[in-house]
């Protein structure tokens, strides 16, 4: 029997991760910034938020934040026409269009020994002080509720700021041949994360989950096994999780890539939910869901390069597939499997919108 009635967005999900009555599938959704531009090309009237409303979006992201060791201190090196070099605020030197996102040239990483981590970037990481405006995040949470959004935080677990600082190359070489240095890069990621998800529940910010960002994995496999990843960064997940458990809200990881060789240390963690379950590296939810429903949420899994085909069939049947899958366990929430890309026209994506609202009922 399904719920009747209209249910706020904070209900709805948390009715999800409960696996309660709903009345439809939770829904949000993530978009390069040169797909906006496209459809405000093509007679969208507004900005990425108006899109969301159409979507009828049930989830409020109350702050972002990616603790760096020199915040404030990036700078450009140079530029051209097209591209500049910078060196950000992680020490990282990389070449980035100027004119559309994508993934940048990466330079080199400043990081590149235990004995910089140790003199340099740790203590600058520990000495930075609170990386999250608070103010703000009180007022985006204030504005959640208000809406009747499900409220979280957003930010970048240890895993990808140990990349971020030191490169893959660097990290996975050192993960092998001096693993308690990687060790100790995320324990100190993770404090300073901590430290400032503890300053916003201070001001009273008592948010309902936790979406930390970390791509661990690629098409294939993960990047490292599953036992180097138990060793050393999964204790950091679990500390996130159950920082999240310990004041009462969820836990959702996002990363892209194939994480089947995870999954089941993601359950002992006691994570609540993956996301975007990145269908082109082998993640689908008519497998996953079966096994795992009952122990963890799936947010996603719908497949972009299907929508890129403008082909309404194609996407018609990717979609029906993946939310009937999700709908089985009462445990899914709706997304496409990474971030809609500016291949999809416009029209195609209001036919995608009017397929999740008609397949996303219960």
Not at 7 to 21: I, P
Not at 50 to 78: A, H, K
Not at 155 to 162: A, L, N, P
Not at 263 to 286: S, T
Request: aromatic letters at 12%; charged letters at 25%; one cysteine or more.
């Amino acid at each position: 029997m399904t719920t009747q009635g209209s249910l706020t967005g904070r209900e709805r999900v948390n009715r999800m991760f409960a696996r309660q009555d709903q009345d439809r599938i939770p829904r949000h959704e993530s978009f390069w910034p040169e797909t906006i531009t496209r459809w405000q090309e093509e007679g969208l009237s507004g900005e990425q938020s108006d899109v969301l409303d159409l979507l009828e979006s049930d989830f409020g992201q109350v702050t972002w934040m990616w603790p760096s060791p020199f915040r404030g201190q990036g700078r450009t090196i140079q530029q051209d026409a097209s591209t500049r070099v910078v060196r950000d605020e992680h020490g990282k030197l990389a070449r980035y269009w100027k004119n559309k996102s994508g993934t940048p040239e990466h330079l080199g990483f400043d990081c590149d020994s235990r004995e910089k981590w140790e003199q340099v970037y740790k203590p600058a990481l520990l000495n930075t002080g609170l990386q999250v405006d608070v103010h703000a995040a009180k007022r985006a949470f204030r504005r959640a509720r208000e809406l009747g959004q499900w409220a979280y935080v957003a930010g970048v677990e240890s895993f990808e700021q140990t990349r971020t600082m030191m490169g893959d190359e660097i990290t996975l070489m050192g993960m092998m041949e001096y693993p308690e240095w990687i060790r100790d890069v995320s324990v100190t990621c993770t404090d300073v994360m901590l430290r400032n998800l503890d300053a916003i529940v201070a001001e009273g910010v008592h948010f309902d989950g936790l979406w930390t960002y970390g791509d661990m994995a690629y098409n294939h496999a993960t990047m490292c096994s599953p036992a180097t990843y138990r060793e050393l960064i999964w204790p950091d997940h679990k500390r996130l999780a159950m920082w999240a458990h310990a004041h009462n809200m969820k836990f959702i990881y996002h990363t892209d890539g194939d994480i089947n060789g995870v999954m089941d240390l993601y359950v002992e963690a006691g994570f609540d939910c993956i996301q975007p379950l990145e269908a082109k590296a082998n993640m689908d939810i008519r497998t996953l869901c079966p096994k795992y429903g009952q122990q963890l949420a799936m947010f996603g899994n719908c497949n972009v390069m299907k929508y890129a085909t403008n082909d309404r069939a194609v996407i018609e049947e990717e979609i029906r597939a993946k939310l009937e899958a999700g709908k089985k366990t009462r445990g899914y929430a709706y997304h496409s499997d990474h971030s809609v890309p500016p291949q999809v026209s416009w029209e195609t994506y209001q036919f995608i919108i009017d397929l999740v609202k008609r397949y996303g009922k219960y």
